[in-house]
């Protein structure tokens, strides 16, 4: 069952709940926002959406007591509106916010796996080579060319400014004999040389993101040297011969995390984000509800007064905490979990207005793919619902041919409490089928030993450190086979063992 935004009665609730003595069952109110404010989400999504945004009002109508019943219903309609338009906003202001950190259509590469110094991307895996780029498509289209990989997993991902993807490159029948694409802005209409086939984005504005297989620091330099055969240039550039191959720097650069501004700041950039990427048809039901708080394409909050501005002011302070509540009740309801663990939304990547599901990966792991390329699940809470902590210890075990099943390779990684690498002594981030040296049950399964102690002797070698407060782990499936998407093959379950 689909609904969209709250019901009558429930926000008859929330006005009731908020205290005040503001309008009786019988003479409730009209809704406080329009039904596709919050877009499409499932029905238990909806309820624990509900419960967080129901709080939220009845905190800031406590603050109200000075304005008329009539005054008060306002502010609340208003606040509940502005709120829903920073959970609709935030994926598209932090993903620009990251995508305008990356040069401007030159492809960067880095000849190095993440480590405690990459820090400008929550949750990076400690699997492939990472690749960026900012596709700035206002004067047309760029060209990107991907090589044969010879086997080697090479993938580039394309995210339009609504983190909505666009298109895969270099996987496929293109692994075996490289491809040209020229990605084009909306409405491009125009002539391409040979051999380059058209991939039209929603947006000028393009997050690339490659990943390249290497299998650890010693194969870091044949990893390199496939991608130094890359080249991304615009259209005329290729037109004219010229090709433009990476920069491959030999380290992260030290980059402070990317957040999304404080206050009012955030609608102000929310309306000029819009403004230059016009968003989606799909959303005009909701930003035309937007835009009568004040919220929308080339608006800001500092032309606001009266209830409009104490209300997106209230909504601009609270939002990020309302929205890091909504997103820890949803992680956790049952159709999200698997065995214990939290997965990506199956619309990952291809979100249309399921504006929850879009906050919630831009929140916990900005950039993902579609699950039908990797699927991800995270865990935070052991096998009886206890919080992960450095001051017990834990084991991951895959029974005899339960390993994870995949097209390509699959990893477990354990992050700290800002989601980014713990440094510890073996600079382990991560363990998986490519880890050298791991030890096998004798009955042929495979155990993974969690803790912030070093565990010692034969446990050592499959031991992944952690910190000594809170973490969490993610196992990442590359390529993912049908029983792992489908849900048939389950992970297991984090046991602690002292």
């Known amino acids: 069952m689909r609904i969209t935004g709250w019901s009558r009665a429930a926000l008859a609730t929330v006005i009731l709940g ?57 502010a609340a309609r208003l606040y509940a509106t ?38 400008t991307v929550v949750a990076p895996n ?26 080697r997993y090479s993938v580039i991902q394309l995210l339009d400014a609504f983190t909505n993807i666009v298109s895969y490159l270099g996987d496929g029948a293109a692994a075996r004999t490289g491809e040209t694409a020229a990605i084009a802005p909306p409405g491009w209409h125009g002539s391409l040389p040979a051999g380059v086939h058209l991939v039209h984005s929603a947006t000028r504005l393009v997050w690339l993101l ?24 615009t259209l005329p550039s290729y037109v004219a011969g010229v090709r433009s191959h990476p920069t491959i720097l ?24 819009l403004g230059g990427d016009p968003p989606p048809v799909g959303d005009a039901c909701a930003l035309r509800t937007f835009a009568a708080a004040g919220v929308g394409p080339g608006r800001t909050a500092s032309g606001l007064t009266g209830l409009k501005a104490r209300a997106i002011a209230a909504a601009a302070s609270d939002g990020q905490s309302v929205l890091n509540q909504i997103i820890e009740r949803v992680r956790h309801l049952p159709a999200m979990m698997r065995n214990g663990w939290a997965t990506t939304p199956p619309d990952t990547a291809m979100f249309t207005n399921h504006y929850l599901d879009r906050a919630l990966v831009a929140r916990i792991g900005l950039g993902a793919n ?62 998986g089928d490519r880890s050298a040296g791991l030890r096998r049950d004798s009955h042929g399964g495979l155990t993974i030993y969690v803790s912030h102690r070093d565990p010692g002797g034969k446990q050592r070698r499959n031991w992944l450190p952690a910190p000594s407060g809170s973490f969490s782990l993610y196992l990442r499936l590359y390529e993912p086979k049908s029983a792992a998407v489908s849900g048939r093959w389950l992970p297991p379950s984090v046991v602690r063992s002292s």
């Not at 709120?83 to 609709?88: D, N, P, R």
């Not at 400690?126 to 086997?151: C, E, F, K, W």
């Open 82 to 119: 502005d709120l829903a338009a920073y959970v609709y906003g935030y994926p598209i202001v932090i993903v620009r916010r990251t995508i305008l950190t990356f040069p401007r259509n030159l492809m960067v590469s880095i000849g190095k796996l993440a480590d405690t110094s990459t820090v």
């Open 210 to 233: 490659g990943r390249t297989l290497a299998t650890g620091p010693a194969d870091t330099a044949t990893a390199t040297a496939l991608l130094s055969q890359y080249s991304l240039q």
């Open 126 to 151: 400690h699997d492939t080579l990472y690749s960026v780029a900012q596709l700035d498509l206002t004067n047309g289209p760029v060209v990107i060319h991907t090589p044969p990989t010879h086997g």
């Open 370 to 431: 579609t699950n039908s390329k990797a699927l991800y699940m995270t865990e935070d809470q052991d096998s009886e619902g206890r919080a992960l902590t450095g001051a017990h210890s834990y084991t991951v075990h895959f029974a005899p041919g339960r390993l994870p099943p995949v097209g390509q390779f699959w990893s477990l990684t354990l992050y700290d409490r800002r989601i980014l690498f713990y440094a510890n002594s073996l600079n382990r981030y991560a363990v």
């Open 250 to 273: 030999p380290e992260f650069p030290r980059r402070q995390p990317v957040k999304v501004p404080s206050g009012t700041a955030f609608f102000d950039e929310l309306g000029s984000d």
């Open 18 to 74: 908020a205290g005040g003595g503001v309008a009786s069952a019988s003479t409730a109110p009209p809704p406080l926002r329009a039904s596709c404010e919050l877009g499409t989400v499932s029905k238990a999504a909806g309820t624990a959406e509900n419960a967080v945004l129901k709080a939220a009002v009845g905190r800031f109508d406590q603050g109200l007591t000075e304005l008329s019943r009539a005054g008060r219903t306002t």
